[in-house]
């Protein structure tokens, strides 16, 4: 059922002073799992589910990690179809590596497939500001955001929503109608600490606060009833152990591990065969590596009781969309939740119960919103979506033309 039939082009707010064009305030807290929602802990956040809506969750694409996810959430593509398939990947036609921590090399354009919804928004005309969101700094077709602040870590979140709300004071005729908001401090903090620790949900606890400060913001401007406020994450994290672990090397020999050039994601392990020239050929080295990971498959109790499964790329379960992309590493081997593949030289089990993060298969992401879009919500819980659908819900909100993607649902998110 549409849920803003009420919503049509052209339509104008006004906050009493002001005219303004329908408007979204996108933010994303990195790594925040949907359960964190209910420890009492985010006061903020609960009130705008109470006045709009959330998602029982929100789904991520796979890989469930920050750069395919964020680029997902801004475009409607999942990341076989975008390109941003990891972290860090290889392109054999480019032959080249795109590192995301290497921001003056994989802002190049020819990584980042598909529109971001401030570039179909500044292609159609309007305006969009972006502060940090992953691949903000790139140029599509000479077009970037209308404003943009690139990645830094000193900045805390007050001061982005500073300058949101600063975007909003302009006049109508320079002010963006999209402002997108990344926000990596708790993600951060529980790679550091752990997804509970207490220095982890402090971090929560300093966004929740920070969120109200902006929703005090949009009050004073008397703006509540204008401006659409969605808060999502990326993905979730939870925490495992030591004696969830599974040793590569206690079963592939060392001829076999010198087949692997590289291993690209984590905890699911995208593998790159070494291919020497003259040698076998690429195929040839997957089939060694893959017969070779079935051994370590059946040596942890096969398809009863082996806590992960090995797959050629082409026969990934089709319900991850991640088949379709020469980025993709060609042999994957997916752990069940909370287990890891390592090597004992990556990992000592004399270190003992060290903690784990996890960015889990089952990972449920967040999304609350209110504003003018939600209204007749009145905190009704939406069904459980995939973050690929939120590209056409903002382009419907926003009155903007979606570039091909992959939502399902022509931007209207079902209730429960
Ligand atoms: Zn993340």
């Not at 009493?16 to 420890?39: A, E, K, M, R, Y």
């Not at 475009?75 to 480019?94: K, Q, R």
């Not at 790329?313 to 060609?330: C, G, S």
Request: overall charge negative.
């Amino acid at each position: 059922m549409p849920l803003w039939s009420h919503l049509e082009d052209g339509v104008i707010y006004n906050n009493g002073t002001h005219d303004f064009q329908p408007s979204v305030i996108f933010i994303s807290l990195d790594g925040v799992v949907n359960h964190d929602l209910d420890l009492s802990l985010t006061p903020h956040l609960s009130h705008i589910a109470d006045t709009g809506t959330r998602a029982h969750w929100m789904t991520p694409s796979f890989p469930p990690i920050t750069f395919p996810n964020h680029w997902s959430l801004v475009t409607g593509l999942y990341p076989e179809s975008h390109g941003i398939v990891g972290n860090y990947f290889y392109d054999a036609e480019l032959d080249d590596d795109f590192n995301y921590k290497d921001p003056s090399h994989s802002w190049d354009e020819k990584w980042w497939g598909g529109e971001p919804i401030w570039i179909t928004a500044v292609r159609q005309g309007k305006k969009a500001g972006v502060i940090m969101w992953p691949g903000c700094s790139t140029t599509f077709d000479d077009m970037q955001p209308t404003f943009m602040v690139p990645f830094s870590d000193a900045m805390t979140f007050d001061e982005k929503t500073d300058i949101a709300l600063d975007w909003l004071d302009l006049p109508i005729e320079s002010r963006p109608q999209f402002i997108g908001l990344y926000v990596p401090q708790i993600d951060q903090a529980g790679h550091k600490y752990g997804p509970y620790a207490n220095q982890t949900l402090t971090q929560l606890q300093h966004a929740d606060t920070s969120i109200g400060r902006l929703m005090q913001g949009l009050q004073d401007r008397n703006l509540t009833h204008v401006v659409n406020l969605m808060v999502v994450s990326d993905h979730g994290m939870s925490a495992t152990d030591a004696s969830r672990l599974v040793y590569i090397d206690d079963i592939l020999t060392s001829e076999e591990l010198d087949l692997i050039w590289k291993i690209e994601m984590y905890p699911t392990l995208g593998i790159r065969p070494k291919v020497i020239p003259g040698g076998d050929s690429e195929a040839e080295v997957v089939d060694r590596l893959y017969k070779a990971f079935l051994r370590l498959w059946d040596h942890y109790g096969g398809k009863e009781k082996a806590p992960f499964q090995v797959f050629k790329r082409e026969d990934f379960p089709l319900r991850y969309h991640f088949n379709n992309n020469t980025r993709i590493a060609p042999l994957l081997v997916l752990p069940d939740p909370g287990w890891n593949l390592v090597r004992k030289i990556d990992f000592d089990p004399d270190h003992g119960t060290r903690c784990i993060i996890q960015k889990a298969l089952t990972s449920r992401a967040i999304f609350v919103a209110n504003g003018p879009a939600w209204d007749n919500n009145d905190g009704a819980v939406l069904k459980p979506f995939w973050n690929v659908e939120l590209y056409q819900v903002i382009s419907r909100v926003l009155g903007l033309k979606p570039a091909s993607n992959n939502g399902t649902l022509d931007g209207h998110l079902p209730l429960e």
